[in-house]
């Protein structure tokens, strides 16, 4: 099981070590510090690294990596979700998940830790719980505990831990009841030279926020469910009720929580809602070429496309470049050779366009290969899966909430090739 | 106001200030100080000198300075054992507690403290918190035992902690379970003997109970502990597997793959027929699907997990093609093991979408990526080969682009082509010329080498292009070496008019100005094959190569196997077995898949015997390894002399040709007495030869060949009594029992068939798979009359030692196919390697002491042969009856000495001492070979005949 966790910032310094076994010496760190030198960039870091008598698996999240030494057979896997699980839990705490946040509440993060894990082994992963026994911290509760002197650490067992429903407190009380699903699609596609789709799938959740008081059983029934045929659900979600009926029955979490993520792939239900049109070319001798990008809006349903960015990596052999932009603005960093366009909103009278000049090193040859164009988009009020929320109902409370549901479709890893 | 706070440091020293703050009357004073203290901890810092100060700080009421001290007490409690003691006494008292919490945060810290003197006073609180009635102090109480058991095993086998866990799998909280089941599984992964987790139909019940409520962490410790049970039959597998599925749609990726194993494993013994086979078959491609969505870390694991599932059943996701399509901002780790999967799934329907697909990424920027997409691109070719020649073309587009390190790998990969589809492609030669001076690499060197030299007779200036490399031939790599050497002979043997100089000068370059010995001893035979006997030259240098196979880097299937049963562990990123690598793992318990029941599939899959399901029908075929260059550079001599990779796993050893036809050649003419053979040509292969030998099999049918048995016939060589190969409730009613025996020079193999089932059988055929010395059958199984039920015929095989050579492991090893009217059966069994013994096996005397100087020592082994009555003159007939031949019998000290020889049909000669003391039942029987790997098997032939 989980031995140690080591936690490490970009430049190589371990700022935070737990060890729930015995203590491990940092020095096995510097096998890992010899994955990253080997690996260049920070993201290719291979996630489990084998030292002579550990193994190290880590992930990398907000610019730390979280190192996590074991040392007998363990699911991968496992250890990964939980060092995710341990990320998310920083973010939820401390409402970001950075070095500074981590070293400004030390003892609460060593204190997390602690009852996050025992011997290795999860002990209390679910937010509900764990802020029970240890209170996130808040301005006004750490002025109130330093006149008081009381603690921030729950005295008493959390009611949730042992019941069948460990991820709901049991007490929760609110004025305004009030339950809201937010359908979010990603669309990661992979676009080939000539505008053709090679591949494209729907990444969707729906993520929720419920704030309704005592224990609700709420079930949520689409239009169309047959679109989720490929479904994770969150451990709420009565299965055989799903498998049956389509419908997702469940006493939810209180708060915010992803109630399911869905994959749709098969590929007439994926509209592709931008094109992009692209000339980029090197001439051979001259160290220099051009660079002409159009998007424009494909099938949006009628919806507006907006919050367009395009992202390209253009071959090291670039110098600079000299583009006009019809419409936002354009950067280009000469170190890392990132074109970024910030292009906003797709207005389908005037397509938006970036032309110009590329300058190359002189005298380096050709570039062989071709850059590929990262499109962020976002297009609000639709699922671009044509996915359908049909209605809520609760049972077991008496009180009206109010509901809500918000669609929205964005670019996930959207690529085209040029 | 935040932690950072508790990291300034004050002038008069931070050690000394702490001190006094911790000592200080005011509570949170106290906190503070404690705080900081463990400020300092977590960064490392030694704080340890505060430890009593600390610890006075733990009687309080306040819950979060008491768990802070606890904090500190289990980093710091190994290195101060003697004060450590001091806390024992607060924790038995906050086990009594009427707050659970305190109590099992008692419970829980104590057992982080890793001291020895501790761990007594631990048990009786242990104890009662293992039978406390809040369910969250006894789960806290199950992980305890694990940690104790940690520190003192013997104390938690002496104190009964092991039953009362083993009771907690039927605890009424599914918590505790999946707890008790963690706990469990840890201890045995220390103690893989002991029973711990003794599962059977009732208890898996209750696990499959707790899965649905407990939390996804427990999820995971249950499928991995159901994971190990074997199911009584198919009915019982299919009902688990229909509890688990629904696991498949957990949002933890852990979960999810763990479910995946338990059904990866249970599937084997579902019929294929089943309707519910293809339904769980569909079910577990989403979410192996999915997992590739999530962030990059997950997608490596389960990649390379899927990399398993895709050789085992390529079934589940053979229309997800598209899914591994790699993005140009994947991390390279990612991206690898996406193109691995993309050419497992490369097939005829597709291999239009994989090839424009493979091209894209062979004009990326990371050189290690765009590589293996050009290999890939070759490895299509080989497989699919309606897509060869798109293929080709697409590899000369890519040679245009003139990229050093895209033209050298596109080179290597021609060449295999080359050898998979003989006069097809030739054309590009003159292209491939065209960039010859470009290659840096030693391994596209080789390979342009190596295509030159094959086609030598179509290429005008292959002498002037070998010669070109010759001149540097000093500088070159032995690979190249090696390969200019054989290629030039070759050149030779097509065009001898021109070209004598030239072979003349490479064969002094290898002999006489090279320390390597390789190469040196390759150039050797190379003259004395050129100077004796051309026409043979040219048989040896210029033969039929054998195809290369279409899969590559194929995990061995038993290996595949026993990985299948470790999905989603580290093994499974590693793709070898636990064994081969957990430090942690004391003496392994091996998996395997449960073997199918009541299937009446053919020969479709290897299930039953693994690794032997092909039957030869296939030409020859060698798997093609991560060194491909290395089988072609070996083909004309047959055992690589050239160093294989010398692994301890016995998965690759098993494609390596160690005796075959090659070896044997070498090694008759070595005996002939040439000076120019030195012995140091043979240390390669003998090196890594007793690696395989004790590697485990997992053959079940392997123990079926008993050494012991009743007297066999007199004339001949000793014949073992019949055993059962092949039970009839396994092949459907035929039982097959036999034995192998040796007359007159002629092996066979006696069958006993008996018909158990209710119908007449008829249609019989025999097949062998490959094995090590070439064992096939002479002529077709002739059963006269077809088999009415309860009737048993016994026939007689002939054998020959002609057929397709394969080394197997163990050496004996033979792998069987049956077919009648009602279907195909496989079994393997072991044969006395005394068959093999030929009758022309008596060496010369001389030639008996010169080849055992010239053996060297390392490649003795030494028996003892117990309980043996025998005289040496009975011992000596006795032998000579199986062909092992005395040669000379000497005393020495009242010892006999009996000098023998004998030889396998293969050629190798096996020389053997045998020291027999009068009155000692026990003799001591050494071996010498060149081959050593077959002693061990000479030494069980010995101990078979002097014992019957």
């Known amino acids: 099981m989980i031995h140690s966790l080591f936690l490490i910032n970009c430049s190589g310094d371990i700022f935070l070590e737990k060890h729930w076994k015995s203590v491990v010496s940092q020095s096995v760190c510097d096998y890992f510090f010899e994955a990253q030198e080997k690996a260049a960039d920070v993201e290719n870091v291979p996630p489990v690294i084998s030292t002579p008598h550990h193994y190290l698996i880590s992930i990398y999240r907000e610019k730390i990596f979280f190192v996590s030494v074991i040392q007998t057979e363990v699911p991968p896997l496992f250890v990964i979700e939980f060092l995710h699980r341990v990320a998310d839990t920083f973010q939820d705490y401390f409402g970001e998940c950075s070095e500074t946040a981590i070293k400004d509440n030390v003892v609460i993060v060593y204190e997390l830790l602690e009852e996050m894990l025992d011997n290795g082994f999860p002990l209390a992963t679910e937010s509900n719980i764990l802020k029970e026994l240890i209170k996130p911290p808040t301005i006004l509760r750490s002025v109130v505990n330093s006149i008081t002197g009381s603690s921030n650490m729950g005295d008493t067992l959390p009611t949730g831990q042992l019941s069948n429903i460990p991820w709901r407190r049991a007490v929760v009380k609110y004025t305004n009841n009030e339950a809201y699903f937010d359908v979010i699609e990603e669309i990661d596609a992979i676009i080939d030279k000539s505008g053709s789709t090679v591949f494209a799938e729907i990444q969707g959740v729906i993520d929720s926020c419920i704030k309704l008081a005592g224990m609700p059983d709420l079930s949520l029934s689409f239009m169309n469910p047959r679109l989720l045929d490929d479904v994770s659900f969150h451990p709420c979600i009565r299965f055989k009720r799903w498998e049956s009926e389509r419908v997702l029955s469940f006493i939810p979490p209180d708060g915010n929580f992803r109630l399911i993520s869905y994959r749709v792939s098969s590929q007439n239900l994926v509209a592709i809602p931008v094109y992009v049109k692209h000339t980029i070319s090197f001439k051979e001798n001259l160290s220099s070429g051009r660079f002409d990008v159009t998007i424009g809006p494909k099938q949006n349903m009628g919806k507006t496309v907006e919050g367009v960015i395009a992202t390209v990596h253009m071959p090291k052999a670039v110098l600079n470049m000299n583009l006009t932009a019809s419409q936002g603005s354009y950067t280009f960093d000469p170190v890392t050779k990132v074109l970024t366009w910030d292009v906003g909103k797709i207005n389908p009278q005037k397509l938006p366009n970036l032309k110009g000049i590329v300058n190359l090193q002189s005298g380096a040859p050709k570039p062989e290969e071709n850059p590929s164009v990262n499109i962020q988009f976002k297009i609000q009020q639709l699922a671009i899966s044509g996915l359908k929320v049909n209605r809520l109902d609760m049972y077991g409370e008496k009180y009206k909430p109010f509901k809500g549901v918000k669609y929205i479709t964005k670019a996930g890893k959207f690529q085209v090739r040029t | ?948």
Not at chain 2, 184 to 197: D, K, Q, T
Not at chain 2, 481 to 506: G, M, N, Y
Not at chain 2, 610 to 620: I, L, N, V
Request: proline content about 6%; overall charge negative.
């Open chain 2, 1 to 948: 106001m935040t932690d950072s706070k508790y990291f300034t440091t004050t002038k008069k020293g931070e050690i000394f200030e702490l001190k006094a703050e911790l000592n200080s009357d005011k509570k949170e004073k106290k906190k503070e100080a404690v705080k900081k203290v463990i400020a300092s901890m977590t960064v490392g810092k030694d704080v340890s000198a505060l430890f009593p100060d600390v610890v006075n700080c733990m009687q309080t009421d306040n819950l979060e300075l008491k768990k802070l001290v606890y904090l500190y007490l289990m980093n710091y409690a190994k290195s101060q054992p003697d004060m450590a003691i001091m806390a024992v006494n607060t924790f038995v008292k906050d086990c009594e507690d009427p707050n659970p919490l305190i109590r099992a945060l008692a419970v829980r810290t104590m057992g982080c403290i890793r001291v020895d003197k501790i761990t007594e006073y631990l048990c009786e609180p242990l104890r009662k918190c293992l039978k406390d009635e809040d369910p969250y102090v006894r789960k806290t109480a199950a992980v305890c035992v694990a940690k104790l058991h940690d520190i003192n095993a013997q104390l938690v086998e002496d104190q009964g902690f092991l039953d009362t866990l083993k009771d907690l799998i039927s605890d009424s909280n599914p918590m505790v379970v999946a707890n008790a089941v963690a706990a469990l599984s840890e201890i045995a992964e220390s103690h893989p003997s002991s029973n711990l987790l003794d599962l059977n139909p009732q208890s898996i019940n209750k696990l499959l109970t707790a899965l649905n409520e407990c939390t996804e962490w427990g999820q995971i410790f249950i499928l991995d502990c159901l994971a190990n049970y074997m199911p009584k039959d198919d009915r019982e597998a299919q009902s688990i597997c229909e509890r688990v599925t629904p696991r498949l749609s957990h949002a933890n990726s852990a979960v999810v793959l763990s479910a995946v194993k338990v059904l990866m494993k249970f599937m084997e013994m579902l019929s294929k027929d089943l309707d519910y086979y293809g339904t769980l078959l569909k079910k577990l491609a989403p979410p192996l699907v999915t997992l590739l969505s999530a962030e990059p870390e997950l997608q490596y694991v389960a990649l390379r997990n899927i990399n398993l599932i895709v050789q085992k059943r390529p079934e589940i996701l053979k229309h997800e093609m598209k899914v591994f399509f790699v993005k140009y901002n994947d991390p390279i780790y990612v991206k690898l093991e996406k193109l691995d999967i993309m050419i497992r799934l490369a097939s005829q329907a597709n291999i239009a979408q994989v090839l424009a697909e493979l091209k894209e990424y062979a004009t990326e920027v990371d050189v290690d990526f765009v590589r293996k997409a050009v290999r890939a691109i070759g490895r299509c070719a080989i497989k699919v080969e309606q897509s060869a020649e798109r293929c080709v073309s697409t590899l000369l587009d890519l040679i245009q682009t003139k990229v050093n390190y895209v033209v050298q790998e596109a080179i290597v990969v021609i060449k295999d082509i080359f050898r998979k589809y003989p006069n097809k492609y030739e054309s590009v030669i003159a292209t491939l010329c065209e960039n010859l001076d470009s290659l840096d690499e030693p391994e596209a060197r080789a390979a342009m080498i190596w295509i030159v030299g094959e086609y030598a007779e179509r290429i005008d200036n292959a002498d002037e292009l070998l010669e070109s490399f010759l001149e540097g031939f000093h500088d070159e790599s032995t690979q190249v070496q090696l390969q200019l050497l054989t290629a030039i002979v070759k050149l030779f043997l097509k065009k001898p008019t021109e070209t004598q100089e030239l072979v003349q000068q490479v064969l002094s370059l290898a002999t006489q100005d090279s320390d390597n010995p390789d190469l040196r001893d390759r150039g050797y035979i190379y003259w004395r094959l050129l100077s004796t006997d051309p026409v043979a030259a040219k048989e040896v240098v210029l033969a039929e190569k054998p195809l290369i196979s279409e899969e590559t880097d194929l995990i061995e299937p038993t290996l595949l196997d026993e990985l299948i049963c470790y999905i989603g562990t580290l093994a499974s990123v590693y793709h070898k077995p636990p064994s081969a690598f957990v430090e942690g793992s004391r003496g392994v318990v091996h998996k395997s898949l449960p073997p199918r029941s009541g299937s009446s599939e053919s020969a479709e899959s290897p299930d039953a015997t693994p690794s032997g399901a092909q039957t030869s029908e296939q030409p020859a075929v060698i798997p093609t390894q991560g060194d491909l260059l290395g089988d072609l550079l070996n083909l004309d001599l047959g055992p690589p002399v050239s160093s294989p990779p010398i692994t301890t796993s016995s998965v690759q050893m098993g494609a390596v040709d160690l005796l075959g036809g090659g070896l044997d050649s070498l090694l008759r003419s070595d005996v002939g007495g040439s000076p120019a053979m030195g012995s140091a040509s043979f240390t390669a292969p003998n090196a890594v030869m007793p690696a395989s030998l004790g590697a485990p099999i997992s053959s079940g049918l392997g123990d079926l060949f008993e050494l012991a048995g009743g007297v066999g016939t007199l004339s001949g060589s000793y014949v073992a009594p019949k055993t059962i190969w092949l039970p009839a409730m396994k092949a459907k009613g035929l039982e097959i029992s036999g034995t192998f025996s040796r007359q007159v020079g002629s092996i066979s193999m006696d069958l006993l068939l008996t018909n158990k089932a209710l119908q007449v059988m008829s249609d019989f055929a025999i097949q062998f798979n490959r094995n090590s010395f070439g064992l096939a059958p002479a002529a077709p199984l002739h059963v006269h009359a077809p088999l009415a039920p309860n009737q048993t015929v016994e026939l007689s095989l002939p054998l020959n030692t002609v057929g397709s050579v394969m080394k197997m492991d163990p050496l004996n090893n033979l792998q069987v196919a049956v077919k009648n009217n009602i279907d195909v059966f496989y079994f393997s069994t072991l044969y006395p390697l005394h068959i093999l013994f030929v009758e022309d096996g008596k060496m010369e005397r001389q030639m008996f002491l010169a080849t055992w100087k010239d053996i060297p020592n390392e490649n003795e082994a030494q028996f003892q042969i117990k309980d043996c009555p025998l005289n040496a003159d009975a011992v000596s007939s006795k032998l000579q009856g199986s062909n092992i031949f005395t040669i000379a019998k000497r005393n020495v000290e009242g010892q006999d000495m009996l000098y023998q020889s004998l030889k396998l049909t293969n050629g190798i000669w096996v020389l053997a001492e045998l020291r027999i003391q009068p009155g000692n039942p026990n003799f001591t029987l050494s071996l010498k070979c060149r081959a050593p790997e077959v002693s061990q098997y000479v030494f069980q032939a010995y101990e078979t005949i002097l014992k019957n």
